[in-house]
């Protein structure tokens, strides 16, 4: 019996006996084992209580059903605390007798409750050998209740045969795998991908080449499986080969290898320490892996040097930045705001289209609506409702919000200012990757072109100054009071625009 029944029984049976009920205890906790916070409160108020009180259950299993908890309340009732125990299909008295048969009703309920785990355990025993998935589907499958097993999920086990074909051909890291399967919508329960530890238990999970594994022994599924053994195997290997640490020397500071393409045979610029003038210095070079290339070295400090002048071409003054913050910072409580209006508006569009599918499937009903009008209607409020909660989704996790990039941005253009003049070479490299595409070095000379939102600056330093179009009223240069019109340049909205550098 579910408890609000076995509370109405009880309160019935108090009515009939003219029994007093001074407190209720609800305990929605197994008896099986000890260690119920309700069932504890109880007894604790019984040990301090100073008259002696009487229990009133559904049956003595309700109580206990492990050996700790059955022998508190007998010896209560020993030491006098509990003068009565009331249940409306078992007897009890508190004699010798009495005592005797309840100890047999607690072993009787400790019995059946070890008797149904071990019965269920030999279930499950069972299922296993049978090659049936015991437990829920994993990712890829889908559970089957008509032949109580597993099979391949029509979209996901492609994704996942997908998956590993393509970690198998040494695409992807876990981490990189994790971004492509969310591509796929294949992602954790906030959204975003799924972790590392996920992407290798399921790259290492028998179950998609028809093997369970339970504790240790592995039984042979009759299920089909999602991929092929030799497929597993191989990606086994590279997980393998991955998690065994390199042994390798010391690796040089080259902080700018990998860096640039040689301008004259497309090679990878490599690094190399070289002597001179009684020192050692550091030198890039072609490393003229395609063949013979008259590209010279170039020392180090100097390519250092034309970086920080590509860097000092992204600087703006201060008090431009500040500016900026601030704007951006009514921004994003004006953005708040609006979000947060747009989501309770989604909210009552999805309301009313709820109502809308009521009402029509009651008018059909009720043979008010033909078939064919119900089917065509039912299915476009369907796809209404789908879109607008997909719109909801999709605010929700801030797919929408262009105002938090911008900031990240503003801050970004503020730390130019320190590696302009830094010695972090390990940084410069790092944005100088990020902001510039077709880097090149030739004739000792670096070369690139700023990608968005970069351009935005880069564009200004190559002579086109940050301005309001005319026609919005702008007054041309941006100047400490017109920084507000430039919300229409917003480098997170901008259309793909390169400018080179040289």
């Known amino acids: 019996m579910s408890i609000e029944a076995q509370l109405a029984e009880l309160y019935e049976y108090a009515k009939r006996e003219n029994l007093e009920i001074i407190e209720e205890f609800t305990e929605s906790k197994s008896a099986k084992t000890p260690g119920r916070e309700i069932f504890n409160a109880m007894i604790e108020k019984i040990r301090q209580n100073k008259e002696p009180v009487g229990i009133l259950a559904w049956h003595p299993d309700r109580l206990a059903r492990n050996s700790i908890d059955g022998g508190q309340i007998i010896y209560l009732i020993d030491t006098g605390k509990i003068l009565s125990l ?7 008295e508190p004699t010798p007798q009495g005592l005797f048969m309840l100890q047999v009703a607690f072993g009787q309920s400790k019995y059946y409750s070890d008797n149904l785990s071990e019965n269920v355990k030999r279930g499950f025993r069972q299922k296993l050998r049978r090659g049936e998935w015991p437990a829920k589907a994993p990712l890829g499958y889908i559970n ?26 040494g695409k992807h890291t876990l ?18 991908p799924l972790a590392k530890a996920t992407i290798q238990r399921m790259l290492t999970n028998l179950a998609y080449i028809g093997l369970i594994q339970q504790k240790g022994e592995t039984y042979e599924g009759k299920y089909q499986p999602i991929i092929s053994k030799e497929l597993f195997e191989k990606v086994q290997e590279i997980l393998e080969e991955r998690a065994k640490p390199r042994h390798s020397k010391k690796r040089h500071n080259f902080p700018f290898v990998g860096l640039f393409r040689c301008g004259e045979c497309g090679g990878m610029i490599t690094a190399q320490f070289s002597h001179g003038n009684g020192g050692i210095y550091r030198y890039y070079r072609c490393s003229k892996k395609f063949g ?22 992204l600087i703006l003054p201060d008090d431009w ?23 309770q508006n989604l909210e009552k569009e999805i309301d009313e289209t709820k109502q809308k599918l009521d009402k029509l499937v009651s008018g059909y009903l009720d043979g008010i609506i033909e078939k064919e009008i119900y089917l065509q209607k039912k299915e476009d409020l369907i796809k209404t409702k789908i879109a607008l909660e997909a719109k909801k989704g999709d605010f929700r996790k801030g797919k929408r919000n262009w105002v938090e990039p911008l900031k990240k941005w503003v801050l970004e253009v503020k730390r130019i200012q320190n590696l302009a003049v830094g ?40 002579g086109r100054v ?37």
């Open 144 to 169: 089957n209740s008509k032949t109580r097993n597993i099979d391949p999920d029509t979209v996901k086990a492609k994704i996942i045969q997908k998956a590993f074909e393509e970690y198998s051909q």
């Open 292 to 313: 013979v290339c008259s590209q010279r070295y170039l020392r180090e400090d100097l390519l250092v040097g034309q970086l920080k002048s590509f860097l000092k071409k």
């Open 175 to 192: 981490e990189s795998l994790g971004k492509r399967l969310a591509e796929f919508s294949l992602v954790s329960k906030n959204g975003t």
């Open 423 to 462: 010695r972090d070479f390990q940084q410069i490299a790092e944005f100088i990757k990020k902001s510039g595409t077709n880097r090149t070095l030739f004739d000792r000379k670096i070369s690139l072109t700023s990608i968005e939102p970069w351009l935005f600056i880069s564009a200004a330093a190559g």
């Open 466 to 502: 940050l301005s309001r179009p005319a026609e919005r009223g702008g007054t041309g240069n941006l100047t400490s009071t017109d920084w507000s019109g430039c919300r229409e340049l917003n480098p997170v909205r901008h259309h793909p625009k390169m400018v080179s550098y040289h």
């Open 86 to 92: 009331r249940f409306p299909t078992f007897w009890f």
């Open 321 to 343: 930045i500040e500016k900026m913050l601030a704007e951006v910072e009514k921004w994003e409580k004006e953005k708040t705001q609006s979000l947060k209006n747009f989501v």
